[in-house]
């Protein structure tokens, strides 16, 4: 069934709650690759408790979306999406107050635009959540989130819009770190919330037009934000205050992210390729804003 543009922008809920606890953050920070080296003292408070624990901030990504009261379920809708051709387009969350490593979570998401690319090139829907600490009522975090569904396009939707990209500096980037991703990495990170078959089925990856499985990119994501967390925000995740990224390639699992990073005062702006791949640009158009240290 095609989109139905106007059915589509009614979609959302309010009042689902989802909870989470000090496992979830560590198995997250496991998944994106903390905890390598594990004599590294510095990385130890994101993956061990008894060392006052650290929340990666994109662990904002896989907070369920949560349950809806029975009050607020959300309506049915005309048009589905074919999950089976859907890949991350970008991802924004702006970080309210830092992630307590326990919670419970209330979130209110709507969809803000539905851009059509044409029949054959897919569509984007672009959506926002923001969540709230269910006990005091503060925000937490706002995600706004572009999907790409490569199979949904040519309902007649206007093709452009949505948030503009952070443009990179065109100089030579102030410093490279690379990150490894393991063979198995996919299979860790799934554990945080994504089954999605894409990134463990090579029979399923094939038939969607891969090679073979590929890594999640909110899992390339928060590779990203370890390398920003390692360096510039010297592994104190309460100053990233927003953190922005436009997924332009897919990663393979076991292949080494090279991250880019410009600082120019509170704006770090980062890109990554792959190093196994030259020249292939997985990550653009990143923007990270810190807080003063």
Same mark, same amino acid.
């Given at each position: 069934?095609?989109?139905?543009?106007? !059915?589509?922008? @009614?979609?959302?809920?309010?009042?689902?709650?989802?909870?989470?606890?000090?496992?979830?953050?560590?198995?997250?920070?496991?998944?994106?690759?903390?905890?390598?080296?594990?004599?590294?003292?510095?990385?130890?408070?994101?993956?061990?408790?008894?060392?006052?624990?650290?929340?990666?901030?994109?662990?904002?990504?896989?907070?369920?979306?949560?349950?809806?009261?029975?009050?607020? @379920?959300?309506?049915?809708?005309?048009?589905?999406?074919?999950?089976?051709?859907?890949?991350?387009?970008?991802?924004?969350?702006?970080?309210?107050?830092?992630?307590?490593?326990?919670?419970?979570?209330?979130? !209110?998401?709507?969809?803000?635009?539905?851009?059509?690319?044409?029949?054959?090139?897919?569509?984007?829907?672009?959506?926002?959540?923001?969540?709230?600490?269910?006990?005091?009522?503060?925000? =937490?975090?706002?995600?706004?989130?572009?999907?790409?569904?490569?199979?949904?396009?040519?309902?007649?939707?206007?093709?452009?819009?949505?948030?503009?990209?952070?443009?990179?500096?065109?100089?030579?980037?102030?410093?490279?770190?690379?990150?490894?991703?393991?063979?198995?990495?996919?299979?860790?990170?799934? =554990?945080?919330?994504?089954?999605?078959?894409?990134?463990?089925?090579?029979?399923?990856?094939?038939?969607?037009?891969?090679?073979?499985?590929?890594?999640?990119?909110?899992?390339?994501?928060?590779?990203?934000?370890?390398?920003?967390?390692?360096?510039?925000?010297?592994? @104190?995740?309460?100053?990233?205050?927003?953190?922005?990224?436009?997924?332009?390639?897919?990663?393979?699992?076991?292949?080494?992210?090279?991250?880019?990073?410009?600082? !120019?005062?509170?704006?770090?702006?980062?890109?990554?390729?792959?190093?196994?791949?030259?020249?292939?640009?997985?990550?653009?158009?990143? =923007?990270?804003?810190?807080? !003063?240290?």
């Amino acid at each position: 069934m095609p989109i139905d543009y106007d !059915d589509m922008m @009614q979609s959302g809920a309010n009042g689902l709650v989802s909870r989470y606890d000090e496992k979830d953050v560590m198995l997250y920070a496991l998944g994106v690759g903390f905890g390598r080296d594990p004599l590294n003292e510095r990385e130890l408070p994101f993956v061990y408790e008894n060392n006052g624990l650290k929340v990666v901030p994109t662990f904002a990504s896989v907070i369920s979306r949560g349950e809806a009261p029975p009050q607020q @379920q959300r309506m049915p809708q005309k048009s589905n999406i074919n999950f089976m051709m859907v890949v991350d387009g970008e991802r924004r969350i702006t970080i309210h107050k830092p992630l307590p490593p326990k919670c419970e979570v209330v979130s !209110d998401e709507r969809t803000l635009d539905i851009l059509d690319k044409g029949e054959g090139k897919g569509a984007v829907l672009i959506q926002e959540r923001i969540s709230r600490d269910a006990a005091s009522g503060e925000k =937490l975090f706002t995600i706004v989130t572009s999907i790409f569904a490569r199979g949904d396009g040519g309902f007649g939707g206007k093709p452009q819009g949505g948030p503009q990209p952070h443009d990179i500096p065109e100089r030579a980037a102030d410093l490279v770190r690379e990150c490894d991703t393991r063979p198995d990495q996919a299979f860790v990170y799934a =554990l945080s919330g994504d089954r999605n078959p894409l990134h463990r089925d090579p029979a399923f990856a094939k038939m969607v037009g891969f090679p073979r499985p590929i890594l999640h990119g909110l899992c390339s994501y928060g590779t990203a934000c370890r390398a920003v967390l390692s360096t510039v925000a010297e592994y @104190q995740p309460e100053r990233i205050r927003q953190f922005d990224v436009r997924f332009s390639k897919p990663v393979f699992p076991g292949e080494t992210l090279v991250v880019e990073l410009w600082q !120019d005062g509170a704006t770090i702006s980062y890109r990554a390729s792959v190093k196994e791949r030259p020249g292939t640009v997985v990550l653009n158009n990143g =923007l990270c804003l810190l807080a !003063d240290s």
